[in-house]
């Protein structure tokens, strides 16, 4: 998330949040890029031939984050946070649409050491994945939140510890914690 200083972003956030429909205007094209690098990034580990771009991904997320008018945009990192976190469902409820159901409904189930790795042409099973991730958010709400984050975000360890209010090593700790705990979940 570079080239842009990210108090440009989080200042336009919070011209946006406050009615300015121009401050949107300027945000687009900054961020844009960015929202393409996160759905590739999710998008590499689908089956090939998957009906759903990387382009669409954005622009549904897209339309999803403008009618979160009510959100409190902190900061940079928060927006992509949360443009990850949106990106997630939207692959999570188009799986399912399809007919995919835990562990199986023909896409080939990975590991996620393997869908950490996020080879390209690699699918990854997205409804197993999510559903682990909602089994440790049930153990554990903020480690759930840094895979998210670190993983279908792609925010580094500092981002992360900003945009959850913790410290860096409490990311780390967290993040090597929910690498063990969703191997173990996923193995079974």
């Known amino acids: 998330?570079?080239?842009?200083?990210?108090?440009?972003?989080?200042?336009?956030?919070?011209r946006w949040k406050d009615g300015d429909e121009a401050a949107l205007q300027q945000l687009v094209p900054?961020?844009?890029?960015?929202?393409?690098?996160?759905?590739?990034?999710?998008?590499?580990?689908?089956r090939p031939g998957h009906t759903l771009q990387p382009t669409a991904l954005v622009n549904?997320?897209?339309?999803?984050?403008?009618?979160?008018?009510?959100?409190?945009?902190?900061?940079?990192?928060?927006?992509?946070?949360?443009?990850?976190?949106?990106?997630?469902?939207?692959?999570?409820?188009?799986?399912?649409?399809?007919?995919y159901q835990k562990r199986g409904g023909g896409a080939k189930q990975v590991s996620f050491t393997e869908a950490l790795e996020v080879a390209?042409?690699?699918?990854?099973d997205v409804v197993a994945l999510n559903d682990a991730l909602e089994a440790l958010a049930d153990v554990d709400e903020r480690k759930s939140r840094v895979v998210e984050l670190r993983f279908f975000g792609g925010l580094s360890v500092e981002e992360t510890a900003e945009v959850l209010n913790v410290s860096r090593e409490t990311?780390?700790?967290?993040?090597?914690?929910?690498k063990m705990w969703l191997l173990r979940h996923l193995r079974k």
């Open 30 to 46: 900054i961020v844009h890029e960015e929202l393409r690098r996160l759905a590739r990034r999710q998008m590499a580990g689908e």
């Open 60 to 99: 549904e997320a897209y339309l999803r984050l403008v009618n979160l008018k009510q959100m409190q945009w902190q900061n940079r990192a928060h927006f992509f946070a949360m443009a990850a976190r949106l990106m997630r469902r939207i692959l999570v409820d188009f799986a399912r649409s399809r007919g």
């Open 171 to 178: 990311v780390k700790r967290d993040w090597t914690f929910a």
């Open 120 to 124: 390209e042409g690699q699918p990854t």
């Open 1 to 14: 998330m570079a080239d842009v200083p990210s108090h440009d972003v989080t200042r336009l956030l919070a």
